[in-house]
C-alpha cells in the first residue's frame, strides 16, 4: 500500500476515533435503560436488589382492602427481600429504584431504618420514628406531618422546590445530619410552615439554585454548616424564636432575615461564629456604641436595636447583603463598600437619623427570587436619615430607593448605569437635592403614584433613558438640570429599569447526529479515493 493509501487509513481511524468519543454523549440513559431490561426484582452479587416502581408502605390497615397494592410494614418484610424486621426496626437496605420513582411511606409509628438506598424521591406522610441513613436520593425528600425522624450521612440532588421540604406546623424533632444536599432546583431544605426543633447540622448545601436553608419557628439549631454558590440566599429566615445559628461558613452567598421578624424574635435568638467568604458576620443587638474596631474584616454586617454607633471602611461582598440595619438609631456607616451582593447593599430598616456617606456601592442586586426591586441602598420605613456623597453604580437595579419613609435626604451622591437612578414610593417630605444621575438604563428620578411634597431640586440628570418622572401629587420639583434626553423624552410616565439577558447555550439540532453525517462523506471520499489510486 502506498502512502497516500496510508494516509487516507490514518484520515480514517482518526474519524473513527473521534465518533467513538462522541457516542457517550448521544447515548444518554444507557444506565438506566440496562438496569431496566432486568427483572423487575433481582439480588445481584453485593446483596443489593433492583425494582422498578415499589409500592407505598401505608401501615394503617384501615388504608389497605384487599385489592390495595400499598403493603404495611409486615407485610412487606415478608413478601420483599429487601425488607426486614430485625432487632426492633423495620429495615429497608440495598435497594435501588428505577424510573425516578418516588417511594412514599404513611400513617408509620414502627420504628424503620431506609439505609444504603437508591431512590428517585422520598415522601413521609404522617410518619414517627425513623431514620434515613446513607441513602442517595435523585429527588424530593418531603415530610408531611412527622416527627423524630433523623435524616444522617445522605445526598439529595436534582429536586424541584427543595432537596428537603417539610410541610405542617405539626412536625418537628426532626434531625439533619452530615447530608450532601446539592444542585436542587431552587432550595436545598424549605419549610411552607412553621417547624419546631429541627436540628440542621454539619451539612453540605451546595449550588441549590436561589436558596441553601430557608426556615422559620420555634427551637431550631442551624450548626457548623457548609453553604457555597447559592444564586441569592445561603440562610433566609423568615422568622426563628428561641433557636440558633452558630458556626456556618458561607461561600459567595450569606444570611438573610425577612422583615417578619420582631423585636422578640431576635433578641431570643444566639446568632455566632458565622462567616461570610472566610470573614465574621458581625451580628450586634441592643448595644450602645459600637465603633469601627467592631466590625474589622467584616464578611457582612447585621445590627439590630442599636443606637449611636459607627461602622467603617470595611468591604461587604460577595454575600446576600453588605450591611443591614434593623431598627437602628444614629448610626454612621462612612467609607464602606458593598459590591456583588445578591441584594442590597446596604439596607436601613425601620430606622431613624443614621447616616450613610462616602460609601462605594456598586455590582449589587442580582439575585433572581421574584420581582422584588431590591436597591443598591435601600430605606424602608425609615424617617430622618441622611445619604450624602456616595458613589453608586453598575447595580442590577435602583441606584437608591427610598419605600414609605419620610424626611429623609438624599444629597451629594454620584449614581450612574443602574436600573433607575433613585426611586420614591409610598413616601413624602424627602429632599432629593444636589445629586449627579447619569447613563442609568431607565428614570434619573421616579417618584411613584403614592408619593407627595418630595423636594428635588438642584439635582444634574443627565444620559438616562428618562429624566425626572413625578406620578406623585404635591411633588416640588425645579431647577434641576436635564440636558438633552439620550432615550425617549424626559419627564413621561412610565420607563422603567434596562433590560437583561440570559446566559444560554448555543446548541445543535439533533443532539450529535451531525457527527455521523460528517463520517458518511468523509467515508464516501476515502472509497473513491481508494478505488483511484493504482496498486503499484
Partial sequence: MDHKKIGLVIGLFVILTMMYGSLPLITLHNDENALANNDQENINSAGSWIEDRPSSIDDNPANNPPESTSPTWAECAASKPWCRFEGGYYIIENLTTLSSW?????????PFRVINCFL???????????EIIGTDIDGRVQLDTCSNMDLIDNTIYNAHVAGILLIDDTTDHINIINNTIINNYDRGFDVLDTVSYIKIINNTFIGN???????????NEIINNTIKDHDDRGLNMYWLQNSKVTGNSFTDCGVYFQNAFSISDVRSCTFQDNRANGKPIYHYVDEVGLRPENFTNAGQ???FFCQNSSIGAENVSRATLGAYLFYCKNVTITGLNASNNAYYGIYLNHGSENTIRECTIDNNCFGASGAWAYSAIYSFYSTYNNITNNTVYENARNGIEI?????????LNKIFNNSDGIVIEYSSDNTIEK??????DGRGIYLESHTNKNNVTGNTVLGNDQCIVDEGTNNNIWGNDCGLPSGSSNGGGGGGGGGGGSDGE???????????VVFAACLMV???????IPVK
Avoid at 209 to 219: D, F, L, V
Avoid at 403 to 411: D, E, K
Avoid at 435 to 440: A, V
Wanted: aromatic residues 14%; contains cysteine; positive net charge.
Fill in 526 to 532: 476515502f472509497i473513491r479515493t481508494y478505488r483511484k
Fill in 301 to 303: 454586617i447585621c445590627v
Fill in 506 to 516: 448555543n446548541t445543535i439540532p439533533f443532539g450529535n447526529y451531525y457527527l455521523w
Fill in 209 to 219: 439554585g436561589h436558596t441553601a436553608i430557608e426556615i422559620k419557628g420555634h427551637y
Fill in 435 to 440: 445629586n449627579t444621575i447619569t447613563n442609568n
Fill in 120 to 130: 428517585g424521591g422520598l415522601y413521609l406522610t404522617d410518619v414517627e420514628n425513623g
Fill in 102 to 110: 418516588t417511594m412514599g411511606i404513611r400513617e408509620s409509628t414502627a
Fill in 403 to 411: 419605600q414609605q419613609g419620610s424626611h429623609n435626604t438624599v444629597f
